[in-house]
């Protein structure tokens, strides 16, 4: 197999956190020798999820076995979804913020018509649905487990108890937008007016509305960015790990 030089486009900050973290892991279990370096593994591991590279491929440009660079990579994004932060933990981000936005995507995964679960009716593809919330900029704070795709994003929110720990920050007036969706997840969700025909005012307060959510595109463009998060093909059981690996540098860079 022919192999080439090629680029990813992060920083050399997020390989020195990925490489330190599997440092203390190595030192904490004891791991004596191993194939690649702390750095050669950081970088397998980045080139998976950014530019979503195959395990053969990867394996083949390592100079590894598929099986060795399979083990590599489950256990870099298993450290790393550890580290990403908890809704708990993201309320406390989210008390510091004038608001946060709340939206939700499906991620494209590869299943067939039978999988019926995991097929959005909305978006006409099998995928996965995640909720993040954004700050003002519409960087990322939080993004949720992954739920099959056919789950409506009102019912994935109550499902993460997003609604109700947005309501426990109540008293300090933090506003949370969100689309139509989300009509009826309570009063910390603010969503726009629905129906057709409606009266000047109601347009207006509708378009402003639009106008602070389309931040929050900026958080799921972050997320669209590790290319491998455009079309999974491991087991559902572990996207969400995956997601929260991707989180987790994120939040690091």
């Not at 519409?138 to 947005?166: E, F, K, N, Y």
């Not at 790990?241 to 540098?249: D, E, I, K, N, S």
Request: hydrophobic letters at 45%; a positive charge.
């Amino acid at each position: 197999m022919l192999v080439y030089p090629s680029a990813i486009d992060l920083s050399s900050r997020t390989l020195r956190h990925l490489s330190g973290l599997l440092a203390g892991h190595r030192r904490c279990i004891g791991s004596r020798w191993r194939r690649l370096t702390c750095g050669r593994q950081a970088l397998l591991v980045m080139a998976h999820l950014r530019c979503g590279d195959t395990y053969a491929r990867l394996a083949a440009g390592f100079r590894i076995g598929i099986a060795t660079a399979y083990r590599y990579i489950r256990e870099a994004v298993d450290l790393l979804a550890a580290l990403a932060p908890t809704l708990e933990q993201a309320m406390e981000t989210v008390r510091k913020k004038a608001y946060v936005i709340l939206d939700g995507t499906v991620l494209p995964i590869d299943r067939i018509a039978a999988d019926r679960p995991y097929y959005s009716g909305k978006k006409k593809h099998h995928g996965m649905n995640v909720q993040v919330l954004a700050d003002p900029a519409g960087r990322l704070i939080w993004a949720s487990d992954a739920l099959p795709g056919a789950v409506h994003d009102l019912t994935a929110a109550r499902t993460h108890g997003i609604p109700a720990a947005l309501a426990a920050l109540a008293a300090d007036t933090i506003k949370c937008w969100a689309d139509k969706a989300y009509q009826g997840a309570g009063p910390a969700v603010r969503v726009p007016f629905r129906g057709k025909n409606q009266r000047s005012w109601r347009r207006r307060h509708n378009r402003d509305h639009a106008k602070i959510r389309s931040l929050g595109e900026r958080a799921m463009a972050t997320l669209k960015c590790w290319r491998l998060l455009r079309k999974l093909r491991c087991s559902t059981t572990r996207i969400t790990a995956t997601v929260r690996a991707v989180v987790a540098l994120e939040l690091a860079a």
